[in-house]
């Protein structure tokens, strides 16, 4: 009876079982860190409204103000001779200083276009233009290329609304800026013939977008799966991977904006636009690596609670009377953090859908935590 009565040897996992989770998640987390990128690329470069929003704040900054101001006086430089003009205005025994005279006048109208610039109402033609040239893009990607008619098959951003309030300053300015031809002010976006390769390149952001995401999912979640007997050491690895991932995104972010700085202008005057243009427009992917790392620190700490450690089992005996008797605090604790999160960015739907798979997997993991804590403190009573 002895003999028979002897506890069975626990059946150990297979060999696979020991490395084949980790490689999942690491695998994982390549495909979340392009899934993170894609993700900014979608909802930033084609998503009409954030693309606006980031364009109208560009123009609130005076660097980049700046430099949109001397690309509409270089504009009336280059199609207008300023020279002759001021010839004309000047009497005839003082000609001879109408070049340098047009040199100085040059930085005056600068800075009048700057002031300009700064009105409301010349922001909200700024806003118009670039809604309608991000709009014309994307439905050009959709296959209206009908619609280029009048831009010679291009994209283009208009700014001639904003040159024409420089043709109702009155005095000298009007005068040179009513001479401007109708074409000026035009900002080509994208040539026709990059069009094609631009609409293949934006089917497989939108494929992506979603695929990456739910792969990714998947993947951690098959790894955790596999992981018989060491599930909670693979889920903190997965939040490990998190925190990785969101990092490598604020570094990338850091990195490549000097890099891309670097590599668009040498002249130090025009650096600092072109470093607030991209501190606004990858002001998006900011948000999305710092909630990888929210994600995967809470995935962390979920996987701690569950573990064997000390602390761990006092915070799960604490927890266990009001996990019993009013579970909807706990669950009601978790929403809460979760909408805080959501509200950190844009909600539209492009985000709302996968965070709602977010949102389930909490749930998920919050009743997995709350039966393990009943199952193992039956005897706790509200107050003890």
Known sequence: MAATNAPATRQQPSAWHSWVPWVLVVLAAVIALVS????????QALDTNNFTN??????????????????????????????????KELPPQIQGIAAPLAGALRQLLVRAADTLLSRPRVQELWKQAVMNAHKLFIAVLDGKRQILQNTNGNVVLNLRPIVQELEQQGGLVSKIASQLPADAGQITIMKGNQLHAARTAVKAVRFLSYFLFFLVIAIYALAVYLATGRRRTVLMGVGVSGIVIGLIV???????????IDALTSNPIQKPAVSVVWAVETELLRNVGINILIYGFFVILAAWIAGPSRPARWVRRVLTPTARDRPWIIYGAVAL??????????TDGQRVYPLLVVFALAFAGVEVLRRQMLHEFPAAQPGT
């Open 36 to 43: 993170a990128l894609n993700i900014w690329v979608k909802r």
């Open 54 to 87: 980031a364009s109208v704040r560009l123009l609130e900054d005076p660097e980049v103000r700046s430099a949109i101001s001397v690309y509409l006086v270089d504009q009336l430089y280059q199609n207008v001779n300023v020279t002759a003009e001021l010839q």
């Open 250 to 260: 604020l570094v990338i972010r850091r990195f490549a904006g000097n890099y891309l």
């Open 337 to 346: 953090v979760l909408l805080l999160i959501l509200f950190t960015g844009p």
